[in-house]
C-alpha cells in the first residue's frame, strides 16, 4: 500500500482509483471467461498472440476477424459454430417493410 501511494504521488496519478477500476469485458471475453482455458494456452493453440487476445477479450473497439473467431471456437469448443451463435446473438436482417426497393436499381 506504501508502494502505491508513492507512485500516485510521485507520477501524478492516482493508482488506487486504477486499482479499483472494473475492466469490461467483450461479449468473446465473457464467452471464454467461462471456459477452463487460459489466453496463453488458446494463444499457442491458434497462433494468435496472447496480447491479441486479451484485446478482444478487453477492449471494446478491437474487432475479432473471422479467422480469429474460426481459431478460437475450434480451440475453445472443437466446433466454430457455438462461438458463432453466442456473438451473433440478436443480430437480424431488417423487417422486410424497411427493404426499399423503389430506389434499388435494376441490372437488366
Not at 422486410?96 to 436499381?105: G, H, I, L, R
Request: hydrophobic share 35%; proline share 4%.
Amino acid at each position: 500500500m506504501i508502494i502505491i501511494f508513492f507512485k500516485s504521488y510521485f507520477y501524478g496519478c492516482d493508482y488506487r482509483q486504477m486499482a479499483l477500476k472494473q475492466e469490461t469485458l467483450t461479449p468473446l471475453g465473457y464467452y471464454l471467461a467461462k471456459k477452463p482455458v487460459s489466453k496463453s494456452k488458446l494463444g499457442r493453440m491458434t497462433g494468435i498472440t496472447k496480447d491479441r487476445v486479451g484485446n478482444l477479450c478487453n477492449n471494446i473497439k478491437s474487432k475479432p476477424t473471422i479467422e480469429e473467431v474460426y481459431l478460437i471456437g475450434l480451440a475453445v469448443d472443437g466446433t466454430y459454430e457455438k462461438l458463432m451463435e453466442y456473438l451473433c446473438d440478436g443480430i437480424e436482417l431488417r423487417p422486410e417493410s424497411e427493404w426499399d426497393v423503389t430506389n434499388a436499381k435494376e441490372d437488366y
